[in-house]
């Protein structure tokens, strides 16, 4: 088809978004393991761990040993999340691959209850960030406008919230003299559909038609890959996805943590319709199971259970 | 969207796709009241039971017994499935709406593995059903063609396939005097994506423009959904989907059972579209926590545990 993309990026956030609300007694070890795994399967950038208090997210409390043991390969970026300068400066204490990133939200109910902050204040708080990295020389490659199909406070969020968002955006990157690979649109709290997936991008191209969009799709109630062929229709090439599902969970005691697009789900759909990923589908299926025994139940991803169609073609091909 | 139809009908299969793996331990009253309640949601036909060997699917042993006992709701029809003559005539003494159908495969080996018929052998075997059906006065609605986006023997099967097999459905419905309601698209053992449904829908569309088209989606690779909306774009009214997503497993061990896309998850993609369904969703998410509880496991099915947006649309109104 002429408008989906000859390739695409996908970032691996399995490790970090998975084990941050997995068990605290994950070996460190293990997280290592999976992390160098991923990094064979040809992701070219896996976020490993966040920064965050210990007390509250006890699943990254080795957050700092994970990033020391972890062998990087040349060619894969191994980068981290934090939340506050306090996290930062732990992150650049590590040998991760320190990315920062302008974050802000359209719906300003959601800002509020999650960082006690508004938008207005968000904006400044960004300014600061980018102050931050100026001087610590980090690099800043992607802005990110959360919410942006949904907000469990506000609702539907209005296609021009987003395009304002966006526009805040691209004006704190000028002003900081910072050069964005594009801007994210994240379904946050799984509220897309295709439909209302192609009115945001829509919407964002009617005012820069030029400007490469990513996106952060939750599978929070099952339009996930359908969301991002949708995207893909509209030549969007940039998503994060996490290996096996990681971030959510099938059983029904974790009601609504669901995780972002499976990233072996996402690889197979690309390359099954000619789009290029570079990963190596039956490693990171692999790194599937290793998940699944890593956290020891199930995880939501379907071509770790199903698996490629690789041995059938080449059993159609000898036939 | 001017292409998204105005409403779907959705053929609920999860009773039978779902208990027919399931263990032969669930008690026929389960199954009877997971029908009836499914009957309350809005759906308007339900596939209840397969009339097959018991010795072989021991989970349908007692499916003339869940037949006999279902109460019916007015304006839903209660269907069952059979694989040969004995199979039929044990479903004619049930109270179920007995309703006829073609079918036929695209990959001729998947027919002979499976059948140990080749086409024109199942061509054959199609006009006996239908001089039977004709006999007995039982309506024949739809045409299938199974294997119509891949096959695990003879892999990508070409659209071409698929158009001939369409031909010899018509061909057949023509010659028994059947008028048919459309043909449906199966993709049975999962290897469909957007774009080969999308070329195999164009296909069948440009030898015959008007035909009513229903596709059979497996959710094997995750793209079940995916492959719902590429449908949906082309105008496609027509799904078959189980509740909870029965007829697959989460579970690693049960490699390759997946089941069909997912009733509500489905519901809520179109709904929240614009695309009418006629279900009420909230009580098929309670049909879907029921199914889980009846057999015992987590499901595969995203809705069941994200809850629909309703309680937040209200939180946001109110505000």
Known sequence: MADLPASVALHEEG?????????????????????????????????CVSFVNPQRVPGMADAAEVAAQVRKRPGVRYTGLWLNT????????????????????????FCVRNTGMNIAQTIDEQRRWLDVYREKRIPVEWGYVMTAFGCNFEGYIDPAKVVAMVGQVLDLATESEVSLRGVYLADTVGWGTPLSIERGIGAVRERWPDLPIGLHLHDTRGTGLANAYAALRLG??????TCAGLGGCPFAGHKGAAGNICTEDMVFMCEEMGIATG???????????????????????KVVRGGSLAPYKRQAAAR
Chains 1, 2 share one sequence.
């Open 15 to 47: 490790p970090r978004e998975g084990f941050q609300i997995e068990s605290s007694d994950i070996p460190t070890a293990r997280k290592v393991a999976f992390i160098e795994a991923l990094a064979e399967t040809g992701v070219r950038q896996i976020d």
């Open 86 to 109: 306090k996290g930062l400066m732990r992150a650049l204490e590590t040998p991760l691959d320190i990315v920062g990133a302008i974050r802000l939200t359209a719906s300003e109910t």
């Open 236 to 241: 969007v090439r940039q998503f994060d996805t």
């Open 279 to 301: 990963i190596d589908l039956e490693k990171l299926i692999e790194c599937a199971r290793m998940a699944e025994e890593i956290v020891g139940h199930p995880l939501p991803g």
